[in-house]
């Protein structure tokens, strides 16, 4: 490891950069001295070694799309304006003929993956959901299918009578090849009270992501930050995924997702700061070290500060998307996807090597 580059490093953060210089983990009391200091460059420093010694200069992107069958559903959580109700204006559910219509007239020779999520739309049989998946299947099978969060799988459970193993292996038959990662939100019971998180509990999420990766699949997770959460949930919620990815090693990256307003024209000081993102996704970086990848989402933070990102400790961009809907319903400023060519650009201009890959990392095309 290089010289920490900072002259006012404290002696608590140079206890940590020792911890991470031997590959000691890092406990909850160094993950939250993380988040209150003030030294942002030695942060980002230990991060982007780290990152370094995982990944060299490679960063990942996929050419994908995102799609969402509904936007009705029964959960009411307090952060969420995509949502609608039966009947309001600008409700929708899709049926997978029509879904292949949208898709059709947006796909473009490339993409490999469709980032499927939606709604809890109880008016619909669990088989609706089997249905849409199969469709696409038939329609694309060259395309993999990542889709649904852990919670709409927990929701399935309940509509369907199902457990969670059981609702899984249908969707697999149906061409589920991995699960994204939403629904986490902030992996605590007392938040999610607070924020009125109507799905998944934490045990519930964990459950769903444990049972897939048992059924062989591997799958995406998430960390939603910004709202009334402390330094201490945020680290506490980094532990049990990493507790998990102990256990199973199937998660292939973590994404911390910048929650946005509720309002397009919000201010700044209703937005987490660049100085907060990028402090979240470097001790993410430090707290996940059996993590491969964490994500740095141009969605929520914007295409510059992503590539600001990529020396704080991020290795993945996500992808092309297109038309990104969940975010922009919350309020995001940022373009609704990039070209693949703009995501090179955006690479290449930090410095780093990209890398199209597929849904579970393996490389398409290197653009040295």
């Known amino acids: ?199 998944a509990n934490v045990d519930r999420y964990l459950e769903v992501h444990r049972t897939a990766h048992n059924l062989g699949m591997k799958t995406h997770t998430t960390m939603l930050y910004g709202a009334i959460e402390t330094h201490e949930d945020r680290i506490r919620h980094m532990m049990q995924i990493r507790e998990l990815q102990d256990e199973t090693n199937g998660f292939l990256v973590f994404i911390p997702l910048s929650m946005q307003p509720r309002n397009k024209n919000a201010g700044i000081m209703r937005r987490n700061s660049a100085y907060e993102d990028l402090k979240t996704i470097a001790i993410s970086r430090l707290m996940l070290d059996n993590f491969d990848h964490i994500k740095a989402y141009f969605i929520n933070i914007g295409p510059q500060l992503t590539q600001v990102s990529l020396s704080f400790g991020a290795s993945d961009v996500h992808g092309t998307i297109l038309k990104e809907r969940i975010s922009h319903a919350a309020g995001a400023l940022t373009p609704e996807g990039l070209t693949r060519n703009e995501l090179v650009w955006l690479i290449k201009g930090a410095g780093r090597i990209p890398v199209e890959r597929d849904t579970f990392y393996n490389e398409i095309k290197v653009y040295e």
């Open 1 to 199: 490891m290089s010289m920490i580059v900072t002259s006012n490093t404290s002696k608590r953060m140079q206890e940590i950069a020792e911890k991470v210089r031997h590959g000691e983990r890092l406990n909850l009391e160094d993950g939250v001295f993380l988040y209150e200091t003030d030294d942002l460059l030695t942060l980002g420093q230990l991060a982007n070694e780290v990152n370094l010694r995982k990944n060299g200069k490679k960063v990942y992107f996929i050419e994908n799309m995102s799609l969402y069958f509904t936007n009705v559903c029964e959960a009411r959580c307090a952060f969420c304006n995509f949502r609608k109700d039966l009947g309001d204006e600008g409700a929708y559910t899709l049926t997978g003929q029509e879904m292949i219509e949208y898709v059709e007239q947006h796909i473009h020779p490339g993409v490999r993956e469709f980032h499927i999520v939606g709604g809890h739309n109880h008016h619909m049989p669990f088989q609706y959901y089997v249905d849409s998946l199969q469709a696409l299947t038939n329609r694309f099978p060259d395309v993999t299918l990542k889709a649904y969060t852990a919670a709409e799988i927990d929701f399935y459970t309940r509509i369907s009578g199902l457990s969670i193993e059981e609702v899984l292996k249908e969707l697999q038959k149906a061409g589920l090849k991995s699960l994204t990662g939403g629904g986490a939100e902030i992996l605590s019971d007392e938040y999610r009270k607070k924020m009125k998180v109507d799905k």
